[in-house]
Structure formats: structure tokens, C-alpha cells
């Protein structure tokens, strides 16, 4: 699986147009967690991103994939945000990219890849 960028946004995960993606026949989304959607382990989200996430909620099914190990943290942020959280990635390798994949039910060529 080779991962390629296509879109790129001089700004923070708000910038990325949720309808622009629908219309790209994007149906799912695997976000990153830390610098992403939130800043590194603050354990919230800025009102803007809320906001994001509720318009993405209507348009995709999403994951998150994190590198973080802590499963405290994951879990009570999973509970934050109401979107399940696969931890201990190892990303940039493929094995995490393949169990979110697996989660969605979804080929990579209807997925998005939001953050590093």
C-alpha cells in the first residue's frame, strides 16, 4: 500500500473542505490525533474543530490512528470525540494503515489519510 499525498492545506485540519472530499468520492477518513486534531496530548479540541468534526460526521465514517501508546489518554480522548481510536500505529508503516482500513470496511482508494 503506498500512501500519496494529494491535498494540501497551509493551515490546521478546519482548512480541509469536508464537501470537496464527498465530492472526490472520499467516504472515509483516517485522522491523526496529536498536531492534528488536537495539540500533542492536551486531551481536547479547539471549538473550530468540533465543529469540523460534526460536518465530517455527516459525510464520513472516521477512525484515528495514533502512534501514542497511552492507553488512558487514547480512551478518554475515544470518549471525547466519539470516534474509535487505533493506537500504537507504528506509522508511517502499513500494519496500522491496514487495521484501520479493515475497521472502516473500505478500500484505501475511498480513504483519506488526515495528518502525518
Known amino acids: ?15 480541509l473542505d469536508v464537501e470537496r472530499l464527498a465530492g472526490d468520492g472520499i467516504k472515509g ?9 488536537m495539540a500533542p496530548k492536551a486531551g481536547s479540541i479547539t471549538e473550530a474543530t468540533s465543529h469540523w468534526l460534526d460536518q465530517a460526521r ?3 465514517k472516521m477512525i484515528i ?3 501514542n501508546k497511552r492507553p488512558e489518554y487514547l480512551e478518554g480522548v475515544e470518549n471525547l470525540l466519539g470516534i474509535e481510536i487505533i ?30
Open 1 to 15: 500500500m503506498l500512501i500519496t499525498a494529494t491535498y494540501f492545506i497551509d493551515g490546521d485540519i478546519t482548512d
Open 29 to 37: 477518513l483516517i485522522l491523526d490525533l496529536d498536531s492534528t486534531l
Open 58 to 60: 455527516s459525510r464520513f
Open 65 to 67: 490512528l495514533s502512534n
Open 87 to 116: 493506537g500504537h500505529a507504528a506509522k508511517p508503516f502499513r500494519q496500522g494503515f491496514s487495521r484501520a482500513l479493515a475497521r472502516l470496511e473500505m478500500p484505501a482508494e475511498a480513504v483519506a489519510v488526515v495528518g502525518d
